[in-house]
């Protein structure tokens, strides 16, 4: 059974940093890109950052790049996102996802086949 499971959410004030988790069974994680997105209440969900299989390839929203960073450790089955310099508009529910398709298309949803439930960050002002 596929699973994808998220943790290290919470509650930080703003400037600090949080590191989130997503870990994979189920699935032969190292032939998997994977990606984090996010939803904001009343929004519609968006990229924020992926990695390719191996590693060697990344990207970022603009909105997070310079701030986050994405790893994965493929022994361990587990994808991270170090998220630091948190802003209240980081606030957010955030998702990991893995697919199969071609990293270029890393920024949309439909280009990944598993997703996590989801672990709420918060971010206070």
């Known amino acids: 059974q596929v699973q994808l499971v998220e943790s290290g959410g919470g509650l930080v004030q703003a400037g600090g940093s949080l590191r989130l988790s997503c870990t994979a069974t189920?699935?032969?994680?190292?032939?998997?890109?994977m990606a984090w997105f996010r939803q904001a209440p009343g929004k519609e969900r968006e990229f924020a950052a992926a990695i390719s299989w191996s590693g060697g390839t990344t990207g970022y929203a603009d909105s997070v790049k310079g701030r986050f960073t994405i790893y994965r450790d493929n022994a361990k089955y587990t994808v991270y996102l170090q998220m630091n310099s948190l802003q209240p508009e980081d606030t957010a529910v955030y998702y990991c996802a893995a697919g199969q398709s071609a990293i270029a298309t890393m920024i949309a949803p439909n280009a990944y086949d598993y997703w996590g439930q989801g672990t709420q960050v918060t971010v206070s002002s």
């Open positions: 189920g699935f032969t994680f190292p032939g998997y890109n």
